[in-house]
């Protein structure tokens, strides 16, 4: 059964420096989205994308984050100039369709530490 | 602005008990309600949607928009039903079109005692 990808597992940065938390979604869905969840806390939508652009994002995705298919197959999560309440567990998803008649399917989360 | 608040952080039941888990939203327009659900070590994955009106695993839900609930219920438990549990919303465009954000509960865990 096709599942959605991520890597890395876990990653540990220094406050300051970028990250890059690379997806593949399945192969024949449109939407693709990104995730997250603080230690603790409930799983938070960042950002949706569709057509090689953004549809929505949410206040969190701010101009530190950014996201990108670069090669139509992978899809990914930057995060420019990282700080501690970065740290969470960052979930990729994708879907064929909207999300009133598709199914969101998740990766199993890149957990990102920022020390 | 959408809400959801799963009330209940623990539910502990006991194999063959009913299960109850309680789930209640706040949105102007008309929502579609999801569980998705994440067994340990697994990823999150759909349970179930309001609209498909089926059951899955025996679970069941039904949407009540004098409450605003969704409760997810299951008459008799069973060990491998022990996870976390997560509510789920999504509000239609102002158009009318499908939305692509969910907004979550903080979840429940379920764990059900042999």
């Known amino acids: 059964e096709p599942e959605v990808t991520q890597t890395p597992s876990h990653q540990v940065t220094q406050m300051g420096q970028e990250v890059i938390l690379r997806c593949v979604p399945i192969?024949?869905?449109?939407?693709f989205y990104w995730y997250r969840q603080i230690l603790g806390q409930k799983v938070e939508f960042l950002v949706s994308?569709?057509?090689?652009?953004?549809?929505?994002k949410s206040e969190i995705f701010d101009d530190q984050f950014s996201v990108e298919r670069p090669d139509g197959s992978n899809f990914t999560l930057k995060i420019r100039s990282t700080k501690l309440e970065d740290s969470a567990m960052y979930f990729c998803?994708?879907?064929?369709?909207?999300?009133?008649?598709?199914?969101?399917?998740f990766g199993e989360g890149s957990r990102l530490t920022v020390l | 602005a959408q809400r959801v608040t799963q009330p209940e952080k623990l539910l502990s039941v006991f194999k063959g008990a009913p299960v109850e888990l309680k789930c209640n939203y706040s949105?102007?327009?008309?929502?579609?309600l999801f569980w998705y659900v994440q067994y340990s070590r697994q990823r999150l994955q759909l349970l179930l949607r309001?609209?498909s009106r089926e059951s899955i695993k025996g679970f069941t839900a039904d949407l009540n928009k004098g409450e605003t609930s969704f409760h997810l219920k299951k008459p008799f438990a069973q060990e491998e039903d022990s996870a976390m549990y997560y509510c789920?919303?999504?509000?239609?465009?102002?158009?009318?079109?499908?939305?692509?954000?969910?907004?979550f509960g903080k979840g429940t865990k379920l764990s059900v005692i042999p």
């Open positions: 998803a994708s879907s064929v369709d909207s999300l009133n008649t598709g199914e969101l399917f």
């Open positions: 192969s024949n869905h449109l939407y």
């Open positions: 994308f569709y057509n090689n652009e953004i549809s929505e």
């Open positions: 949105y102007s327009g008309s929502p579609e």
């Open positions: 309001h609209i």
């Open positions: 789920a919303l999504s509000g239609l465009g102002g158009s009318g079109a499908g939305s692509y954000q969910l907004t």
